[in-house]
């Protein structure tokens, strides 16, 4: 079983930066496809970003092409989104999902642990 844990989310203003955390507990890290999902109120939870088990390939949603870079240490179990150029449709609960298939997935089904999620706001 694995525990995820995020941090770094809060209040900031348009055109800040954020950066998440994610730690992973409890399983073989570097085995998981790690995305991180997010959530606006009254809407679906979608998939942003998600890396590679060894960070070869990467997946970006449009909307966050350019602005968003996601890695990882799997010598630390941690996976990390930089956010840049924050904007006020940006403000949502993130969530850091992990995912056992062998390939990168938008499908939250997919996803077999997840995080409590942490709120990001951005301000306009």
């Known amino acids: 079983q694995v525990q995820l844990v995020e941090s770094g989310g809060g209040l900031v203003q348009a055109g800040d930066s954020l950066r998440l955390s994610c730690a992973a507990s409890?399983?073989?890290?570097?085995?998981?496809?790690m995305g991180w999902f997010r959530q606006a109120p009254g809407k679906e939870r979608v998939l942003m970003t998600a890396?590679?088990?060894?960070?070869?390939?990467?997946y970006y949603a449009d909307s966050v092409k350019g602005r968003f870079t996601i890695s990882r240490d799997n010598a630390k179990n941690t996976v990390y989104v930089q956010m840049d150029s924050l904007k006020p449709e940006d403000t949502a609960v993130y969530y850091c999902?992990?995912?056992?298939?062998?390939?990168?997935?938008?499908?939250?089904?997919?996803?077999?642990?997840w995080g409590q999620g942490t709120q990001v706001t951005v301000s306009s």
């Open positions: 409890g399983g073989t890290f570097s085995r998981y496809v």
């Open positions: 890396i590679s088990w060894n960070g070869d390939r990467t």
């Open positions: 999902a992990a995912s056992r298939v062998t390939y990168i997935s938008v499908l939250t089904a997919l996803y077999n642990y």
